[in-house]
């Protein structure tokens, strides 16, 4: 292969920042030209004329030519100068379509917002977010898909959510995550199920050995109380969003392990009583989550900041 066909290896085009005068120093070229001043020039960039100065000395040696003459009447490009300025221009333009192109893509990212939320926080906390949401971005569409937590984590690792909500005891791996809320699970009948009429507290072990209408597998709700009691029997009804496990246990199909945000209008209204229980932990944190790396940004972010509020 003659010399002629070899490609430049990669320390001579990782040269070319080095050969080629950075963006602001094309500028402040151009500014010169158009105006016929470098103090002219220097006002309009918002440096000072020394600076200016120094920037189109340093400019001169990187190329190994003059390119600006001097004079107490103003500052004239010379002829190298003026053939530098043609070729500036057109890295400037370059630089402006690709600073409209990216502008461009930051307005298509912030103007929509995926949400994945596992069901408690999306049935009972993220429309009130979401409405304030609205008030400071009222451009932005948001999509939301509510699952369990597994499910939540698995949109967000492949790029189909922004951001997440889960109820879980851990963070799902891969995931970066904030407290932005805590909860707790109770334990609830209808008032003709026989634990409405308890007298005493239930135990632990008689709560793990009950079929219990539940959540199902993969739900935050279902894991903390799994590890609370160690295990638990098999349910007597698996349902898939808390708003079906409500409602069997309204019906007087069974008890049920259910969020305090879930039931409070039940509770109040005595479609559902509280059953106390002795010795298990049942509070929990709700997080927000997103991909390890990647701090929300844009609607994401400012979502995130509401839930705080």
Known sequence: MSNADEQPGPSAAGALAHRVPDLGALELLLAVARLGSLGGAARELGITQPAASSRIRSMERQLGVALVDRSPRGSRLTDAGALVTDWARRIVEAAEAFDVGAQALRVRRDSRLRVAASMTIAEYLLPGWLLALRAQRPDTAVSLHAGNSTVVAERLLSDEADLGFVEGLSVPAGLDSAVI?????????????????????????????????????????????????????????????????????????????????????????????????????????????????????????????????
């Open 181 to 309: 809320a805590h909860d707790r699970l109770i334990v609830v009948a209808s008032p003709t199920h026989a634990w409405a009429r308890r007298r005493r507290p239930l135990a632990a072990g008689e709560l793990a050995t009950t079929p219990l209408i539940l959540r199902e597998k993969g739900s935050g709700t279902r894991q903390v109380l799994d590890a609370a009691l160690g295990g638990l029997a098999r349910p007597l009804i698996e349902l898939s969003s808390t708003t079906a496990v409500k409602a069997a246990a309204v019906s007087g199909a069974g008890p049920a392990v259910l969020s305090e945000l879930a039931v409070g209008e039940e509770l109040a209204m005595r479609r559902l009583v509280r059953v106390p229980v002795d010795g298990v932990a049942l509070a929990r944190d709700l997080r927000a989550v997103w991909p390890t790396g990647h701090r929300p940004t844009g609607p994401a972010r400012d979502l995130l900041s509401l839930t705080r509020g």
